[in-house]
């Protein structure tokens, strides 16, 4: 029985490494492994959730946990760069998932260096590494030197793959909730994300003035300094139809995909782009960049912006959205699509990853 522990730090965290937890946590704990005992890293609210068949580390007091654990730990997976803490030994299968490299587009100065120096230090004391898509992989390539050491690419899955196709197929809604802020049944786009620059939402907001049947709401974490500047030329740009909503629930975001015109996504840095894919899952038509990963992970499933002056922009919207049917062949092509990535591979993946570095050793 080998030990393996994997950091689950960011579980209760609104956020993309904490989505990706909350999917792959509970399905890793069901898994049925009679080679591997694992530990779990958790904030401290969610110990012993997945089970009494796991052993828990505190995220608030590992070093603690750490002492008091007696077994041997094989291989330590850090599920994202941004880990506070490794553990182990000489012995210890490091393994690292590197998410994205936008510190590079988005730092500057000594914090940029920062970031660089501390990423190399991470991948190098790593024995095998892994990444979120082949941009990734590309980029980390053109950035560092790793050596010979092996980099794979493991997609992200999105939720279940339930979730979606039933509601869709069946008319059962029961996992969405109408928002409070749609107060009305006028026809809207919808976009999601950290209300940060490098997402692009701005571009979004005077596009608006030459679509005047449609609202659009912005939702996701509006903590960030940028989101002060976006409100500003909603209230100047926004016709009074654009509204940013703050993070909402997974069964609103649920309700949003499901009945909204289309999904608009501009953003310029992703590592993955989790929620293009959620929105073919309902049969959303999907308009993205072209930058960064979106172009691998929609494929065509996606309409293109390649001009971002306001008037072009909205007349790649109303082209797309003339020639898209909810349950027309493209929509059926996009959900399919959608539906491989998911947890479940993703899961296999890890799973069948480390049982290969453990039978290999260092």
């Known amino acids: 029985m ?138 980390i390539l053109a950035h560092y030197h790793i050596g010979g050491k092996a980099l794979d690419v493991i997609y992200n899955g999105i939720g279940s793959q339930e979730t979606g196709v039933r509601s869709q197929e069946t008319g059962d809604r029961s996992q969405e909730q109408r928002p409070s802020f749609v107060s009305d049944d006028k026809p809207f786009f919808f976009t999601i994300g950290q209300i940060r620059e490098k997402k692009n939402f701005q571009t979004l907001v005077p596009m608006m003035k030459y679509l005047p049947d449609y609202r659009l709401y912005i ?49 310029r840095l992703e590592g993955f782009g989790i929620p293009v894919l959620e929105a073919m899952r309902y049969r959303c038509k999907v308009f993205s960049s072209r930058f960064s990963s979106l172009p691998e992970v929609c494929g065509n499933h996606a309409t293109y912006w390649d001009d971002y002056e306001p008037q072009a922009m909205a007349e790649v919207v109303r082209k797309g959205l003339a020639a898209w049917k909810k349950e027309g062949p493209e929509a059926t092509a996009a959900l399919e699509h959608s539906l491989g990535f998911n947890y479940e591979s993703y899961t296999e993946s890890y799973i069948r990853l480390y049982r290969q570095l453990l039978a290999e050793g260092k």
């Open 219 to 267: 939702s996701g974490d509006d903590h960030f300094a940028f989101a002060q500047e976006l409100r500003k030329l909603i209230e100047t740009e926004g016709e009074g139809r654009v509204m940013m909503t703050g993070k909402i629930s997974d069964a609103e975001k649920r309700w949003l995909y499901s009945h909204a015109e289309a999904f608009l996504f501009p953003s």
């Open 2 to 139: 080998k030990n393996v522990v994997v950091d689950f730090s960011h579980l209760a965290d609104m956020n993309g490494f904490g989505e990706i937890a909350r999917n792959y946590a509970p399905l890793l704990a069901e898994a049925q492994l009679d080679d591997i005992h694992l530990i779990f890293i958790v904030p401290d609210q969610l110990v012993g959730s997945f089970g009494s068949h796991i052993d828990y580390i505190r995220r608030s007091r590992k070093r603690e946990d750490l002492k008091r654990l007696t077994c041997h730990i094989d291989l330590w997976h850090a599920t994202d760069q941004q880990f506070h803490l490794r553990g182990g030994d000489k012995q210890t299968i490091q393994l690292l998932t590197v998410h994205d490299l936008n510190f590079l587009r988005e730092k500057s100065g000594l914090h940029r260096w920062r970031h660089i120096i501390q990423l190399n230090w991470r991948m190098r004391r790593s024995d095998h590494l892994t990444c979120i898509s082949q941009y990734v992989k590309d980029d």
